[in-house]
């Protein structure tokens, strides 16, 4: 399993600009992996309600994954771009160059912002308004995101995180998504207590950790008459390949990935439970403890004798610690996903397989 790197922001924020901006001399067209625009925690009052992306932007992701994301490595990167009212303009990135933890020299912060200033020199946006990364079959709610996520939308509040799936877009449609923490889950990580007091408080559940932006790519006329020339040259045999009724191995690897997901969870479910009774087990020795000292109080009053002094029980007894609990919400996060990527790809199979079926029996 690939293992993601926290990041953090630098202090330069988008700025808000007022107007339509360009958009309205330029064409867009929504993916399909945008969604229905319904945030997971319910994006009222979120700051951004809309994230446009420019074609450039999608094919520099694609391409930084394609150059050094091969298997389960994960590429990210910076995006940039200008906020305009309750929309999100995404005009440029850059990637974040590959390094390991050996490499103590590297300062990320001062390369994202020499970055930006070589940006600025050519006249090109350069306004930090989130990051982008890449996913190994949607195994993407982790903390290092929650963590970076979390810094970037302190340090600039209608940040993003765009979440590319390449195993998902090599199967025919682009799985590009756009993410947010809800303000519920700013607000606990701001406290920094995750204890299940505190996420039960701010009625912190797995569905109301994310939510997703709906998604717009926009590109130039010229673009899409370009496009429109290289979809009518495309050869229909490829076509062909999509109406395949043979299952890969896609699925075989969500259902793989979900049952060591549902096994963590059920260890996490184990030590809480533990937890639990480790506690109803001290909580009896406190009360027996002071009942004998309420006892014992009792017959030396009979004779006569002072009480006995009183005792911290917080020292006799020292307080078991609880286990984490945002740790076991990612888990059922993933484990979400996990399932609706399930249900996503068998859809597409049961589909081909009743067309299949009907044709089969219109020929016969």
């Known amino acids: 399993m690939y293992k993601a790197q926290a990041h953090i922001p630098p202090t330069r924020m988008a700025s808000r600009k007022e107007g339509t901006g360009s958009a309205a001399t330029s064409s867009s067209s929504t993916t399909g992996a945008a969604g229905k625009g319904k945030g997971k925690g319910g994006s009222g009052d979120s700051a951004v309600k809309q994230v446009q992306i420019d074609g450039l932007v999608v094919l520099k992701i694609i391409k930084h994954y394609q150059e050094e994301g091969q298997g389960t490595e994960v590429v990210q990167g910076v995006l940039l771009g200008l906020v305009v009212e309750d929309r999100l303009e995404i005009t440029n990135c850059f990637p974040f160059p590959q390094h390991t933890e050996d490499d103590a020299d590297f ?103 994310f939510e997703e932006v709906p998604i717009v790519i926009k590109n130039s006329h010229l673009i899409n008459v370009l496009m429109w020339e290289l979809e009518k040259k495309s050869a229909v045999a490829d076509k062909h390949e999509l109406l395949s009724l043979a299952s890969s191995n896609h699925l075989g690897k969500n259902l793989q990935l979900l049952m060591d997901r549902v096994d963590e969870m059920s260890q996490d479910i184990v030590k809480y439970n533990t937890y639990l009774r480790n ?3 001290q909580q009896q020795q406190k009360h027996q403890y002071q009942q004998r000292r309420q006892q014992e109080n009792m017959q030396r009053q009979s004779r006569g004798e002072p009480p006995l002094p009183e005792e911290d029980l917080s020292k006799l007894f020292k307080p078991h610690q609880p286990p984490a609990r945002m740790d076991s919400l990612l888990i059922a996060g993933q484990i979400n996903t996990y399932c609706q990527n399930i249900k996503e790809f068998t859809a597409q199979n049961l589909g081909k397989l009743f067309m299949a079926q009907a044709l089969q029996e219109y020929n016969n």
Not at 144 to 162: G, K, M, N, R, T
């Open 107 to 209: 300062d990320e912060v001062q390369y994202q912002m020499e970055m930006m200033r070589s940006l600025r020199h050519v006249n090109i946006d350069h306004l930090h308004v989130g990051w982008y990364q890449s996913t190994y079959y949607g195994s993407f709610v982790t903390r290092a995101l929650l963590d970076s996520q979390f810094s970037y939308q302190h340090a600039i509040e209608e940040s993003v995180v765009l979440i590319y799936d390449p195993i998902k877009t090599a199967q025919g449609s682009l799985s590009l998504k756009a993410y947010r923490l809800t303000p519920k889950l700013m607000e606990v990580c701001k406290e920094k207590d995750f204890s299940p007091e505190a996420l039960k408080k701010g009625n912190i559940t797995f569905e109301h950790m």
């Open 279 to 281: 506690t109803s087990k």
